[in-house]
């Protein structure tokens, strides 16, 4: 073969991403370095300067240690061990390698966790000696957490049990039984000596009862393409590329699915379509793309699309939602404290978001669920988790990239979590509907919707339009009529006038001084109420007095209450009266009119003030006045 | 569904996941910047950002920081390449190191390297006020790279801590930091050497002439072979020249860059150089044999 045929060969190659689990002990870092070594990708003086480190610091007693080719930091390697995720690449003539070389030890749940991420296998060591021990256990936990669909189980130091077949037997039996309930779908097993070589790169001759592959024959040929999920579209705008005011491209890494140009896609959270036009590379068009390839895609429609967003079929949507479950696992040196709110960062969209409930912690070494109000480093449990905005995704089990999260710590800014979807919350899995942190907003009274929450979905200001005046002076007309103008408009609008409050609320209170003043407090409490609802009020009373508006004002709020007065002598309003009260005042068998036995005060500084005898269209007016304030629309 | 059809090979991968990466950076940051060290590694990462926002332009401009120490061909291909190319390009040097006359051969690799390289750096990034910059490097260059973050945090003294590393999981990089902390930026720390050419041959990617190997006067100082590039090398080095047909496998500054004798003058031919006699890269690089895990104090120190 000559060089150019070399290289074309080694371009068509796929890369098998894997990590490994164990710790020094099992013997992971001589595997690792042998098969290194062994695919002869060992740099010359990468082994000169092994070979003089080895007298110095090495553990392996004269013969090559292949565990320091791979401990990278300093601190590290006087210590022993390895601390951290190290990547290390490799290539046969089939497939090339990254392996992510992550440590076992129990407090390193961590890298672990992180090395994992991006595996599509795992190889967990087993010392021969010892079978599946607790670490075991933890490590394949990890694996099946993080959605691995591939596990070699290598049983190592096979030279140190006379290469026996009953010992490996029983081995796999014991892995079997705590394997299978897991669910992965594709568990091998590989009786090894990474020491001696045996059945890492060739099939080893004194173990001639174990007739499969040798661990790099496998790594080589184990099919990962269809591991990723071509079925349901899933592309999280990046970026938006402008060149030009008519240009709109929209960036993506596709996340799962296959995008075809002519495609009918749907963006979120618009829910607005549109159809595929062109799909953009620096390379040409393309007439399709799938994961992991990163695209640009035009739409046929200029519609609005921005980073966060995301493109999928119309037929095939992911869960749209602000609340949802996940495995957490805690990563940060601090311990978890509770209440904070959180950055969440989920494929590219970041918004904020709280941990609701805990539901149980689950052990790593017992794999037994137990109870508990915080987490701590290494800590992994399931949780009841709320977001500020709504969220794309799917169950991680079904799709990696759109069911994976971290959080931010909003002060220090580390990562100090990362979380797995489980699903969607459903109702009838929560014990209660209603979650801790919204009991002891129930019992402050504090609403679990916020006046601008409801405000938003109104498309309204929950703002009082307060209508005073004489008696007569055509208060309620134009009351009425404007609550069927906004109604007719899509308006959540009440109506409140004294026939109607004093019929039932207020039926105990008479027109006294006092009791007025009563009355209106009353009055005054239910338009809060309902304006903190998001509701618009239309307020139609005389309430003659100007120290009482001053207090309906202030518990309205002054932002939210808004004055109109109409202006009409008292001749006008006498010959508009239609229930003859003037003259029952006249009569004197009706005390307290304002205008007759009874001061109005005459507003200083309405809102708006309409002449009662102007003939010009004071429902207009008062409309624009809505729309102008932003009131009504918004 | 015929699954077959969507796969992708290894080179195709990592540009993807490259892309991805510096589309992130794009639109996260706020004041982005790429080094740009006129290698090959940086003209394979420069290519990958003309990629991730084409038919747009790059959104962030380039850097290079000059240590006046740099081949000479190196700048004409600087010069030449980005104005080509319309890139933006900010040069940057330390202003008070070369009127001081600071170089290796008056003031030892050591010295001088800290002086034009790595504080040059720092001040340039602390001139422009960037919050994340990119860098070319890669894991398998180097035993403490092995262990680098995609995004790499640095705090105000743009220092970098091994124990104290946000995890990194799946593609989520986490961009966050606060007013004077920063994030060094790896988009290619996934490929190899070997990944690098492969590309640079498929792209048709230029590269600085002196990687291919030609007859250059050469004079082999403490086993490296280090190229007469201008007069500033002392005079008794000079005369010691001789023509010898070499090439670089790395590029840095003349004095502290050797050269490795070789007959490859195409792409392929350095490939098969590379996979028979095989060198590490960077032990061609002097400033690596200072002293111990000089890499990893280097990095702590925020030279990358």
């Keep these: ?634 | 569904m015929n699954t077959p059809s969507y796969s992708i090979n290894n080179l195709r991968q990592l540009e993807a996941e490259s892309i991805q990466i510096i589309r992130e950076v794009a639109a996260e940051f706020e004041n982005p910047v790429m080094l740009y060290s006129i290698g090959k590694d940086s003209s394979v990462m420069v290519r990958l950002a003309e990629k991730a926002f084409y038919p747009g332009k790059v959104p962030f401009p380039l850097m290079h920081i000059d240590s006046k120490w740099k081949f000479r061909e190196m700048i004409k291909f600087r010069d030449d390449y980005t104005k080509e190319k319309g890139w933006n390009l900010i040069v940057h040097y330390n202003k008070e190191g070369f009127e001081s006359g600071m170089g290796p051969y008056t003031h030892g690799s050591k010295v001088h390297t800290d002086v034009m390289k790595t504080q040059a750096l720092l001040a340039g990034l602390d001139k422009y006020k960037f919050d994340a910059a990119f860098g070319g490097a890669r894991r398998d260059e180097e035993k403490s790279r092995a262990k680098e973050r995609i995004y790499s945090f640095r705090d105000k003294f743009h220092q970098w801590d091994p124990k104290n590393q946000r995890p990194e999981l799946w593609n989520i990089y986490n961009a966050k930091v606060h007013k004077g902390e920063s994030i060094r930026v790896f988009p290619i720390s996934n490929w190899t050497e070997l990944d690098i050419w492969q590309y640079i041959r498929l792209e048709k990617i230029p590269i600085v002439p002196l990687y291919f190997a030609k007859e250059r006067p050469i004079v082999e100082v403490d086993g490296s072979l280090i190229l007469v590039d201008d007069d500033r090398m002392p005079k008794e080095l000079r005369d010691k020249a001789e023509m010898r047909k070499v090439r670089f496998r790395t590029l840095g500054c003349y004095p502290l860059t050797g050269a490795i004798e070789s007959g490859a003058d195409t792409i392929e031919k350095i490939v098969e150089e590379m996979m028979t006699v095989t060198k590490s890269e960077r032990t061609t690089r002097v400033i690596d044999f200072d002293q111990e895990a000089s890499m990893e104090q280097k990095k702590r120190e925020g030279y990358f």
């Design chain 1, 1 to 634: 073969m000559d060089i150019k045929e070399f290289l074309d060969q080694d371009q068509k190659k796929d890369l098998l991403r894997l990590l490994t689990a164990g710790s020094v002990d099992d013997g992971k870092s001589t595997l690792i370095g042998r098969l290194l070594f062994d695919s002869k990708k060992l740099y010359e003086d990468q082994l000169d300067a092994l070979k003089r480190d080895s007298k110095r610091e090495g553990h392996a007693g004269g013969e090559i240690d292949y565990a320091l080719l791979l401990d990278g930091l300093k601190a590290e390697r006087e210590q022993g061990i390895t601390i951290d995720v190290a990547y290390r690449y490799f290539s046969t003539a089939k497939r090339k390698f990254i392996i992510a070389d992550t440590p076992g030890h129990e407090q390193y749940t961590r890298n672990m966790v992180t090395g994992a991420s991006t595996a599509n296998l795992a190889i967990i060591l087993i010392d021969a000696r010892k079978g599946v021990i607790t670490q075991t256990r933890r490590h394949t936990f990890l694996v099946s957490l993080l959605g691995i669909k591939h596990i070699i189980l290598a049983v190592n130091k096979m030279d140190l049990m006379d290469y026996s077949q009953e010992v490996y037997d029983r081995i796999c039996k014991d892995y079997s039984e705590f394997v299978t309930p897991l669910g992965i779908s594709d568990v091998r097993f590989f009786p090894i000596s990474a020491l001696k070589g045996d059945n890492i790169v060739d099939l080893s001759d004194r173990m001639p009862w174990y007739h499969g592959k040798s661990v790099l024959e496998h790594l080589e040929s184990v099919h990962i393409t269809s591991d990723r999920n071509f079925s349901d579209l899933r592309y999280p705008i990046q970026y938006v590329i402008r060149p030009s005011l008519d240009y709109r491209g929209f960036a993506a890494e596709i996340a799962s699915g296959v995008i075809r140009k002519g495609d009918e896609i749907m963006v979120l959270p618009s829910r607005k379509k549109s159809i595929v036009k062109d799909i953009i590379t620096y390379d040409g068009k393309i007439d399709y793309a799938f994961p992991p390839q990163s695209v640009t895609v035009t739409l046929e429609d200029e519609i609005d699309v921005s980073r966060g967003d995301m493109i999928v079929h119309p037929n095939n949507l992911p869960k749209i939602e602000r609340h949802f479950e996940a495995m957490l696992v805690w990563m940060d040196e601090e311990p978890m404290k509770n209440g904070t709110q959180f950055f969440i960062k989920q494929g590219s969209q970041t918004t904020k978001a709280r941990i609701d409930k805990i539901r149980h912690l689950v052990d790593v070494n017992t794999l037994e669920n137990r109870e508990t109000d915080s987490f701590a480093l290494n800590e992994i449990g399931r949780v009841v988790i709320t977001t500020v905005k709504p969220l794309f995704f799917d169950a991680y089990k079904k799709n990696r990239q759109t069911g994976s999260f971290i959080f931010i710590d909003p002060v220090t800014h580390n990562t100090c979590a990362v979380g797995m979807i489980i699903d969607k919350l459903s109702s009838d899995e929560l014990p209660s509907k209603i979650v801790d942190l919204d009991v002891n907003k129930i019992a402050s009274g504090t609403g679990l919707i916020s006046k601008p929450e409801f405000e938003k979905t109104y498309q309204q200001k929950g703002n009082t339009i307060w209508i005073t005046g004489l008696h007569g002076s055509g208060k309620n007309d134009l009351a009425y009529t404007l609550q069927r103008h906004l109604f007719d408009m899509g308006a959540k609008v009440m109506l409140l006038d004294g026939k109607s409050v004093r019929s039932g609320l207020s039926r105990e209170l008479d027109y006294s001084p006092t009791d007025r003043a009563e009355h209106m407090r009353r009055v005054a409490h239910l338009c809060k109420l309902m304006n903190d609802q998001g509701i618009l009020v239309i307020c139609s009373f005389v309430s003659p007095d100007d120290s009482i508006r001053v207090q309906i004002k202030e518990i309205i709020g002054e932002n939210n209450f808004h004055l109109i007065y109409i202006d009409a002598d008292i001749e006008f309003c006498r010959k508009n009266d239609k229930y003859g009260i003037y003259e029952k005042a006249d009569e004197g068998t009706l005390r307290y009119l304002p205008g007759v036995d009874m001061e109005y005060h005459v507003p200083e500084k309405p809102s708006l003030s309409f002449d009662a005898t102007d003939n010009n269209n004071k429902l207009d007016e008062l409309l624009d006045y809505l729309s102008d304030n932003k009131i009504y629309p918004v």
